[in-house]
């Protein structure tokens, strides 16, 4: 009997998930891939984002060969039409999908098996069970939740890594306090080698040709601005990336880990999130080959530690939640947050933008559709937060702007981490700060017009004033939670507190 066809999402594209063993499709199973115009209509993506996915998906189909059948049409139902026949519909396999969206999508098709997901270290059932034993972990604020670090301990123990016997490596679980140091003084850049990047191709060509020509034919619209390609679009591109970065980047990741730096935007970080979550990695060869790293002695220990703890702590902690706390999440809005995004935010107008950190880091998502964690939830996420934009709208602007966003990616650290939208169910207090913290971790406000340490005032840092009236919006919540009782408390120490909302309310939404 013939196998049956195997249809691949754009989002899995690596060889494990067409890998036969452990319920996978037959090694001789034809593959379908779908190019669904529809995906691109229904929101104004990053145009580098649009570029780097079409080119990973026309690269993989290319590498497949006559195995695969690659169709471009208007919707995945119609590409499904096209393969199937209306009347005889062959039945098909189908790795779940990262969205629930397109969960639903499949399960409701008649003849196609959704098989167990790939590309994660953990499986949902034993997800499940670690839920079951440890709902109730945590004090104060969000008791009840389920903490990263108990998550992250466990991830760590079930699969031996970084493990001397039944202890971590080094003696210690979190080796965060050596990982916060700021930028070195004097220094524009750090002292590492660059990251690798790739050379395009023809397909990048056509795939170029073919997004100007939907643009100028008014099919879609995008924000940002595209190329060079500056991330893996094929399994060889990614483990290239992967190595490079253990070999000249990994032993300097640690300690800078949380700063920032105008002309260094990309510090030492790793830039693995985007072939990852295209499914062209395995979070297992990313973190077995930097703990090689480490046993050999070309890495030390924080820096090892940081980066496995991003992928076998802090991404499948984001997986599984994602899954865990089901749809109605996405619609949380603990803090009533229901201003509109401003226009300069949504078309990424950082030429608009006055304050130093905010127009850097928006230029860096328009130029290149990325920047790092960092960036992310302390400049970005912060001017959400303090501004008291809507979550969901916050939520969707990542997930179309950042060349690394899916649903999964975005909906936890965007309504759970950044907008603190869940009222504490992942996090235990809304992550946000004055320019004191800009200043102490980045070279960013020295040339700025405002200063970080000005409340009031035309030089009053945005971020200054935007943290203390957050503080004061959200005082009888905020004055509960052990981790922002005594920052509330400082309020009552502010003799400049009306004029400071005055000037917040002044500001109102125009460009900080």
């Given at each position: ?199 395009e191709d023809e397909i990048d060509d056509e795939v170029r040709r073919d997004l100007d020509r939907w643009e100028r034919d008014g099919e879609v619209s995008f924000v940002g601005r595209d190329g060079p390609r500056r991330f893996p679009a094929t399994r060889r591109e990614a483990r290239s990336a992967l190595r490079h970065f253990v070999a000249h980047r990994l032993a300097g990741f640690g300690r800078h880990e949380d700063a920032m730096l105008a002309a260094d935007p990309v510090m030492s970080h ?243």
């Amino acid at each position: 009997m013939a196998p049956r066809p195997h249809w691949l999402f754009g989002d899995q594209l690596g060889p494990h998930f067409l890998a036969p063993r452990h319920g996978g499709p037959d090694d001789r199973a034809p593959v379908i891939m779908i190019e669904a115009r529809s995906v691109l209509r229904r929101r104004r993506f990053h145009r580098a984002k649009a570029h780097l996915i079409l080119s990973a998906m026309r690269h993989r189909a290319a590498e497949l060969g006559d195995r695969v059948t690659y169709l471009r049409t208007e919707t995945y139902a119609e590409g499904l039409e096209q393969v199937r026949g209306r009347r005889d519909p062959a039945p098909l396999t189908v790795r779940h999908p990262t969205s629930r969206r397109a969960l639903d999508f499949v399960s409701a098709r008649e003849n196609v098996e959704v098989l167990p997901p790939k590309g994660f270290l953990v499986a949902q059932e034993d997800f499940a069970e670690w839920t079951a034993r440890n709902k109730g972990q945590g004090k104060g604020a969000g008791a009840g939740a389920l903490r990263l670090e108990g998550f992250y301990r466990w991830v760590r123990e079930r699969h031996d890594l970084l493990m001397d016997g039944d202890d971590p490596a080094g003696g210690r679980w979190n080796l965060d306090h050596d990982n916060r140091e700021p930028p070195p003084r004097g220094q524009d850049t750090l002292d590492v080698r660059g990251p690798w990047r790739p050379t395009e191709d023809e397909i990048d060509d056509e795939v170029r040709r073919d997004l100007d020509r939907w643009e100028r034919d008014g099919e879609v619209s995008f924000v940002g601005r595209d190329g060079p390609r500056r991330f893996p679009a094929t399994r060889r591109e990614a483990r290239s990336a992967l190595r490079h970065f253990v070999a000249h980047r990994l032993a300097g990741f640690g300690r800078h880990e949380d700063a920032m730096l105008a002309a260094d935007p990309v510090m030492s970080h790793s830039l693995l999130s985007v072939p990852l979550n295209l499914g062209l990695l395995d979070p297992a060869e990313c973190v077995e080959l930097a703990e090689q790293a480490y046993r050999s002695g070309d890495a030390p220990l924080n820096s090892v530690e940081g980066f496995v703890r991003q992928i076998a702590g802090w991404r499948e902690y984001v997986w599984h939640l994602y899954w865990h706390f089901g749809e109605e999440y996405r619609h949380r809005n603990a803090l009533r947050h229901t201003a509109p995004l401003p226009d300069w935010f949504l078309d990424l107008d950082a030429d608009a933008v006055t304050a130093n950190c905010l127009s850097t880091v928006l230029a860096q998502v328009r130029d290149t559709g990325w920047t790092h964690h960092i960036p992310r939830l302390m400049v970005l996420g912060s001017r959400a937060l303090q501004d008291g934009w809507d979550p969901e709208a916050v939520t969707d602007w990542f997930h179309r702007c950042f060349v690394d966003g899916y649903d999964w990616v975005m909906l936890p650290n965007v309504v759970g981490m950044s907008q603190y939208a869940d009222g504490g169910m992942m996090t235990t207090k809304p992550y946000t700060s004055g320019g004191a913290y800009i200043n102490r971790m980045s070279d960013l406000c020295a040339p700025c017009a405002y200063r970080p340490t000005h409340r009031t005032g035309d030089e009053a840092c945005p971020y200054t004033t935007g943290y203390w009236s957050f503080l004061h919006r959200h005082r009888t919540r905020l004055s509960t939670n052990h981790r922002t009782a005594r920052a509330v408390k400082g309020l009552d120490r502010l003799k400049d507190l009306r004029e400071l909302l005055d000037l917040t309310a002044e500001r109102g939404d125009a460009p900080p």
